[in-house]
C-alpha cells in the first residue's frame, strides 16, 4: 500500500508504489519514467558523440598513417629512379632490343639456310636434267 504524494513535476496527485518507497518517490509513475527516458536518452546521445570523437580520432591517425606510407613509397620510388643512371637505363633498354634482334635474326638466318639448301637442291636437280638431255642430244 503506498501514500498519495504530490508530484514534484507535474503536481498532479499519485500513490507511491509502498509506504517505503514513499521517502524517495517523489514523481508520479509518468513524470518518473519521462525523466528516466530522458536521462537515458541523454547519456545515449553522449555515449553517439564520444564514439563519434574517437572515430574522428582513429580516422585523422589512419589518414596521416596513409599520407607516411605515401610518402615512404614516394621517396623510395625517387630513390630507385635516381639510383639508375641514364645510361645504365639506355644499356637495359640496349639489351633485352639487342636480345630480341638476335632471336629474330637467327631465326631468319635458319629459314634462309633451309630456303638455300631447297633452292641448290633444286638447281643440281636441274643440272643433272641438262646434263642428261645434252648427253641424248650427242648420241
Ligand atoms: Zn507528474
Do not use: P
Not at 639456310?113 to 650427242?138: A, D, S, Y
Amino acid at each position: 500500500m503506498g501514500i498519495t504524494k504530490e508530484c514534484r513535476i507535474c503536481k498532479s496527485m499519485f500513490t507511491t508504489r509502498s509506504n517505503k518507497s514513499a521517502v524517495w518517490e517523489v514523481k508520479c509513475h509518468s513524470c518518473y519514467t519521462n525523466s528516466r527516458r530522458t536521462h537515458l536518452e541523454t547519456r545515449h546521445g553522449e555515449a553517439i558523440k564520444n564514439n563519434e570523437a574517437s572515430i574522428r580520432k582513429d580516422m585523422k591517425k589512419l589518414e596521416a598513417k596513409v599520407s607516411d606510407i605515401d610518402m615512404l613509397i614516394s621517396a623510395e620510388v625517387s630513390n630507385q629512379i635516381l639510383n639508375v643512371s641514364n645510361l645504365e637505363m639506355f644499356e637495359k633498354i640496349n639489351a633485352s632490343v639487342n636480345a630480341r634482334l638476335d632471336t629474330y635474326i637467327a631465326k631468319v638466318e635458319e629459314e634462309n639456310l633451309k630456303f638455300r639448301e631447297k633452292i641448290q637442291k633444286h638447281i643440281i636437280t636441274l643440272n643433272n636434267k641438262i646434263v642428261k638431255l645434252m648427253k641424248e642430244r650427242e648420241q
